[in-house]
C-alpha cells in the first residue's frame, strides 16, 4: 500500500488531459475492462474490478456535481462526512495534500486508512469546487496492484463549463448539497405540550414559560483540533461560541464522578449574562459530535435549581442519553405546497466486505457488496410530482441495479404529504416537516419504513 501515499501526491493535479467521455459535468477516460454500472438519472457512476483469487479490489465512484459553497476546504469536510463515512469506517482524519487550482476549479484532495476484518485499505477523495459547485471522486482499494490504471483516470479529468457561482453558504453544514435559502411561510412551531420553537440566525430557540433553549446550527468539527493537543472539545466551544452571545460568570462541570477523559460528559455550566437581553441566567452546554460536524444545545434559566429540575440529565453521560441533548426533536416546522415546490434530493452508499469461515481450508476474503441508493422528487406548482428512486446492490463486478419511476398528483397540509400512483398504484400519505439549517431548511418525508432527509437542488 505504500506506493498509494504516492499516488495520492498525484491527485492535486489530476484536472487535466483526455475528455473521451462525459458523465454530468465531468470529462474522463475510463479505466479499460473495468465493470461499469450506472443508472439514468442517478447520482453517480462507478467503475470497479477485483480480483477474486487475491481478494484485492478497487473502485472509482463520480457523483454528480452539486451546488456548493466557494469554501473548497468545507466542501471537502462535507463530502468525507457524508459519502466517505457512509462507505467505510476509517480510524484517522483525512492526511490532506496541496490544493491545485486550474480553469476556475479548486481540487482538495485526501485519503485515510480503513481496516476491517483484517483486510487494510485506503479511500481517497478527491473534492473539486468550482463555479458554484463541487464533484467528488471516490476511490476505494485494498491494493497498489492498480496504480497506473487509477493514476490514468484521475490524469483525464476534467470540468465542463456551468453557470456562475450561487450565493455563498455563510456556514457548513450536515449535508454535501447546499440548501436553497428564503421565502419559507412557517418561521415558528407550538407544540401541544406547551413548549413553542422559533427560527433564528444562529439556532432554533424553544422556549416554555421561563425556560430557553438554543438548538444551534451544525458547526464544523475537526477531531485532529482536540486528539493529543491537550484542548478540550467541550471547553474550546463553551469558550469560544457561546461567550459570543454570553458574557460568561462562572464556569464548572457535572462529570458524574468521572476521572477518564473520554468518559467525562460533553457538558459545561454556569452563569452568564445575555448579550441580546441584558437578563443574568444559568445556562449549560451539551456538545454533541458526529462526523466533523458539532451541535450545541444550550439551557437556559433563571437559576440552577430551575434548570435542572427542567433536565434532571442535562449532562448525559458514557452511558445515558441527555434530556437537553433531545431537545432537538423540536427543530421542526409544517410545509406548504409553494415551500416544497421545486426538486429535493436524497441519497446514501454502504459497504460490506464478506469473508469465508468455512470449509476448512477455503477461509478467506469473499468479496465486497455495495448498497446506494438516491431519490429525487419533483414537486410542480400545479399540484403534480415525479419521483425517481435508484438503487444498486450486490457484489463488487457483479451489482444489481434499479430504478423506479412515479408520476402523479400530491396535496400537502402542514405536516403531511399525499402523493398518488406510488408503488402498485397505491397512494402514499408521509408525514412531513421542515429541519432548519443555516440559510434553508431540510425537508423530511416518512412513511412506514422508508425515512428521506430532502435538500432542495433547484
Same mark, same amino acid.
Given at each position: 500500500?505504500?506506493?498509494?501515499?504516492?499516488?495520492?501526491?498525484?491527485?492535486?493535479?489530476?484536472?487535466?488531459?483526455?475528455?473521451?467521455?462525459?458523465? /454530468?459535468?465531468?470529462?474522463?477516460?475510463?479505466?479499460?475492462?473495468?465493470?461499469?454500472?450506472?443508472?439514468?438519472?442517478?447520482?453517480?457512476?462507478?467503475?470497479?474490478?477485483? /480480483?477474486?483469487?487475491?481478494?484485492?479490489?478497487?473502485?472509482?465512484?463520480?457523483?454528480?456535481?452539486?451546488?456548493?459553497?466557494?469554501?473548497?476546504?468545507?466542501?471537502?469536510?462535507?463530502?468525507?462526512?457524508?459519502?466517505?463515512?457512509?462507505?467505510?469506517?476509517?480510524?484517522?482524519?483525512?492526511?490532506?495534500?496541496?490544493?491545485?487550482?486550474?480553469?476556475?476549479?479548486?481540487?482538495?484532495?485526501?485519503?485515510?486508512?480503513?481496516?476491517?476484518?483484517?483486510?487494510?485499505?485506503?479511500?481517497?477523495?478527491?473534492?473539486?469546487?468550482?463555479?458554484?459547485?463541487?464533484?467528488?471522486?471516490?476511490?476505494?482499494?485494498?491494493?497498489?496492484?492498480?496504480?497506473?490504471?487509477?493514476?490514468?483516470?484521475?490524469?483525464?479529468?476534467?470540468?465542463?463549463?456551468?453557470?456562475?457561482?450561487?450565493?455563498?453558504?455563510?456556514?457548513?453544514?450536515?449535508?454535501?448539497?447546499?440548501?436553497?435559502?428564503?421565502?419559507?411561510?412557517?418561521?415558528?412551531?407550538?407544540?401541544?405540550?406547551?413548549?413553542?420553537?422559533?427560527?433564528?440566525?444562529?439556532?432554533?430557540?424553544?422556549?416554555?414559560?421561563?425556560?430557553?433553549?438554543?438548538?444551534?446550527?451544525?458547526?464544523?468539527?475537526?477531531?485532529?483540533?482536540?486528539?493529543?493537543?491537550?484542548?478540550?472539545?467541550?471547553?474550546?466551544?463553551? /469558550?469560544?461560541?457561546?461567550?459570543?452571545?454570553?458574557?460568561?460568570?462562572?464556569?464548572?462541570?457535572?462529570?458524574?464522578?468521572?476521572?477518564?477523559?473520554?468518559?467525562?460528559?460533553?457538558?459545561?455550566?454556569?452563569?452568564?449574562?445575555?448579550?441580546?437581553?441584558?437578563?443574568?441566567?444559568?445556562?449549560?452546554?451539551?456538545?454533541?459530535?458526529?462526523?466533523?460536524?458539532?451541535?450545541?444545545?444550550?439551557?437556559?434559566?433563571?437559576?440552577?435549581?430551575?434548570?435542572?429540575?427542567?433536565?434532571?440529565?442535562?449532562?448525559?453521560?458514557?452511558?445515558?442519553?441527555? /434530556?437537553?441533548?433531545?431537545?432537538?426533536?423540536?427543530?421542526?416546522?409544517?410545509?406548504?405546497?409553494?415551500?416544497?415546490?421545486?426538486?429535493?434530493?436524497?441519497?446514501?452508499?454502504?459497504?460490506?466486505?464478506?469473508?469465508?469461515?468455512?470449509?476448512?481450508?477455503?477461509?478467506?476474503?469473499?468479496?465486497?457488496?455495495?448498497?446506494?441508493?438516491?431519490?429525487?422528487?419533483?414537486?410542480?406548482?400545479?399540484?403534480?410530482?415525479?419521483?425517481?428512486?435508484?438503487?444498486?446492490?450486490?457484489?463488487?463486478?457483479?451489482?444489481?441495479?434499479?430504478?423506479?419511476?412515479?408520476?402523479?398528483?400530491?396535496?400537502?397540509?402542514?405536516?403531511?404529504?399525499?402523493?398518488?400512483?406510488?408503488?402498485?398504484?397505491?397512494?402514499?400519505?408521509?408525514?412531513?416537516?421542515?429541519?432548519?439549517?443555516?440559510?434553508?431548511?431540510?425537508?423530511?418525508?416518512?412513511?412506514?419504513?422508508?425515512?428521506?432527509?430532502?435538500?432542495?437542488?433547484?
Amino acid at each position: 500500500m505504500k506506493q498509494l501515499l504516492l499516488l495520492i501526491l498525484l491527485v492535486a493535479c489530476s484536472m487535466a488531459f483526455s475528455q473521451q467521455q462525459t458523465f /454530468d459535468i465531468t470529462n474522463f477516460t475510463p479505466p479499460k475492462e473495468w465493470q461499469k454500472k450506472t443508472a439514468e438519472g442517478g447520482g453517480g457512476l462507478q467503475f470497479a474490478t477485483e /480480483d477474486a483469487a487475491k481478494g484485492t479490489y478497487c473502485i472509482i465512484t463520480i457523483f454528480k456535481a452539486i451546488p456548493a459553497t466557494d469554501n473548497a476546504k468545507g466542501n471537502f469536510d462535507a463530502a468525507w462526512a457524508d459519502l466517505v463515512k457512509g462507505m467505510v469506517t476509517v480510524s484517522t482524519a483525512p492526511e490532506m495534500t496541496e490544493p491545485a487550482t486550474e480553469d476556475g476549479w479548486e481540487a482538495q484532495s485526501g485519503y485515510a486508512p480503513f481496516e476491517s476484518e483484517g483486510t487494510k485499505g485506503v479511500v481517497i477523495l478527491v473534492a473539486s469546487t468550482g463555479l458554484g459547485k463541487m464533484v467528488n471522486i471516490i476511490i476505494l482499494t485494498n491494493t497498489d496492484a492498480y496504480e497506473k490504471e487509477m493514476t490514468a483516470f484521475l490524469e483525464s479529468v476534467s470540468f465542463q463549463k456551468e453557470n456562475p457561482a450561487p450565493e455563498k453558504d455563510p456556514e457548513p453544514v450536515n449535508t454535501t448539497a447546499a440548501p436553497v435559502t428564503g421565502g419559507f411561510a412557517f418561521t415558528s412551531t407550538n407544540f401541544d405540550d406547551g413548549w413553542t420553537s422559533v427560527i433564528q440566525d444562529d439556532w432554533v430557540l424553544v422556549s416554555k414559560e421561563d425556560i430557553k433553549v438554543y438548538l444551534w446550527y451544525a458547526l464544523r468539527y475537526n477531531a485532529s483540533d482536540f486528539s493529543g493537543t491537550g484542548v478540550v472539545d467541550r471547553d474550546y466551544y463553551w /469558550d469560544n461560541y457561546v461567550s459570543k452571545y454570553f458574557t460568561i460568570e462562572t464556569k464548572q462541570y457535572k462529570d458524574n464522578g468521572e476521572v477518564m477523559g473520554s468518559l467525562k460528559p460533553s457538558y459545561v455550566e454556569g452563569w452568564a449574562t445575555d448579550k441580546q437581553t441584558g437578563e443574568r441566567r444559568f445556562i449549560g452546554m451539551r456538545l454533541d459530535v458526529s462526523p466533523n460536524t458539532a451541535y450545541i444545545t444550550v439551557g437556559s434559566a433563571k437559576d440552577e435549581e430551575s434548570l435542572w429540575k427542567q433536565f434532571p440529565k442535562a449532562n448525559g453521560g458514557a452511558y445515558s442519553p441527555s /434530556d437537553l441533548s433531545n431537545m432537538g426533536g423540536y427543530n421542526k416546522f409544517a410545509i406548504t405546497a409553494n415551500d416544497i415546490s421545486g426538486t429535493w434530493q436524497d441519497g446514501n452508499t454502504s459497504t460490506a466486505q464478506w469473508y469465508y469461515v468455512a470449509p476448512s481450508g477455503y477461509e478467506g476474503y469473499a468479496g465486497m457488496t455495495v448498497a446506494a441508493r438516491s431519490a429525487t422528487f419533483n414537486f410542480n406548482d400545479g399540484g403534480n410530482y415525479t419521483s425517481i428512486h435508484n438503487g444498486a446492490t450486490g457484489a463488487v463486478g457483479n451489482m444489481s441495479t434499479f430504478q423506479q419511476n412515479y408520476k402523479g398528483k400530491y396535496t400537502v397540509s402542514n405536516w403531511n404529504l399525499i402523493a398518488t400512483n406510488r408503488f402498485n398504484g397505491k397512494t402514499d400519505n408521509f408525514e412531513a416537516w421542515f429541519v432548519a439549517i443555516r440559510g434553508g431548511r431540510i425537508l423530511k418525508l416518512r412513511d412506514g419504513g422508508m425515512d428521506y432527509s430532502l435538500v432542495k437542488t433547484k
